[in-house]
């Protein structure tokens, strides 16, 4: 640990100030305060003495302590401390010493009590060394009086009594000052520590600020008890809502559809969130303080964190464009399919009934044949791209051969440092070689798919198994994990595009929802079959049979 120096205290008349130009510095009125309860003391003591006893007044000690003590007084008053150095104010409580000795010579040290003022006052704020001067001063004093006025037994025994009480009020003020600057001390490192670590949080705070209010996304952070904790700026904006009052209404109206019925303000996803409700990807309409339409996406995440309370963040993506462009996307095969396909329909027909003339020359026909042919491959061409834009995923069939055995292998190498992150065991059972009628590299995009999904929703310590068996007229190759699996009332529609199952949804692991489906229209376009059996939170299989090389050869 590093060495640590006692540093007197701000308000001690020994601390080093600069003076301060609105007042008196804290060593000058250290010094006033201290010096100033004794001279009142004094006063005090004059006027009772002036009215018990005012034949002391002849003697001359007792009057020139009473002087000493004053002019000390005034003194220290009129004298800028500040300017001189530290140690220069021991001169005062020195002065007293002697002062009050004055007053005690030779009167039973009726007065003495006084020196505890300035032996305090050395104890607490000067070194250790001129405490003990101090009391080798009271001392001196006593033994002086004790030679001078005689001393019996019983005024020696007052001597010791009150030297010995001096010393220990000197040794327990001495003590306390110590241990008081000590505290003092270890609170100022405190204090700097809490400073810096609150201007870090404060700086961290207001970074994440600035990220959060430079998203496109708004975010709404809840409490448990639906109290606004954050807002940032997009999702302000977007509802038209005063952010230092949250909870009042804003210029913003929610639809549960386009032009539909305004949703009830219990069904809101603000206030459902601010039930603690969960929920993902909910689409409402708003409708803004300006007249425009956004069509929103609301969704909303638990937050838990060891030294926060729990809370509720909702999102909300403004899919307004993702709409247009779907619109749009689908006026296009609109027209696609109207402006193209009656014309090549109309091409079609009159080149049948022309080919059906029995007059017809050979060339003729064979030109009228050549019409008709691209008519159909072109009917077939606005097909493909009608039903791709619909999401149905074909391609044309190839009669290729494979090794599945080869291309799984393959798959598996580039997944397996994704498997060892997870912490996910892959294992294989596959023959050397399992030859397959179909597309190599679609059958490659189709295994891919299914072992990404096997990996991302199983969860650390899990497994993926893969086995293969080569039949007379097919090959069949089973995928099986042990993840988070699928409700039999969602299996029907794993396969639909963007469709995630609600266990892949609650997952930290993102999705498109676009996997299975792409798996099974290439395993059909291959000639193949696939079957999906799954089970909540025990696991998944997929089995994919595919045409072999060698029944395709009998066939």
Partial sequence: MAAVRSVPPASSPVASESDDASGPSSRTRSVWLLQLVLGASVVITVLLVQALEPSLFAVWTFSTGVGVVIALTAVAIMVPWHRLPRNAVALIPFGDIVGIGLLSFGTDLRFGFFWVFPITWIATHFVLSMMIASLAAVGVIIVADASVNGAGPATALRLIVVLLSLTFIAITAYLSSRQTRAFKQLLRRQASRLQGTLQRVTGQERRVSQMLNGLDTGIARLSVDGEVLALNDTYVNLYGIERDEPSRPGGAVEYATLRGEPLPDSERPFARAARGEQFEDERVWLFDAQGDWHALSASTRRLVSSDEPESTLLIVHDVTALIEAERARERLAATVSHELRNPLTAIIGHADLALDAPDLTPKVREQLEVIAG?????????????????????????????????????????????????????????????????????????????????????????????????FDDHVELTFADTGIGIHPDELPRIFDPYFRARAARESPTPGTGLGMGIVRSIVEEQGGSLELESEVGTGTTVTVRLPSRSGATEA
């Fill in 374 to 470: 691209a008519g159909e491959r072109m009917q077939t061409l606005i097909s493909e791209i009608l039903a791709n834009s619909r999401g149905v995923f074909r391609e044309e069939k190839s009669a290729a051969t494979a090794d599945a055995s080869r291309i799984i292998a393959s798959s598996l190498e580039s997944f397996r440092p994704a498997a060892a992150a997870r912490r996910v065991s892959v294992t294989d059972d596959l023959p050397l070689s399992a030859e397959v009628v179909g597309d190599g590299f679609r059958l490659r995009q189709a295994f891919d798919n299914i072992l990404s999904n096997a990996i991302k929703y199983t969860p650390g310590g899990g497994s993926v198994h893969i086995t293969g068996h080569v």
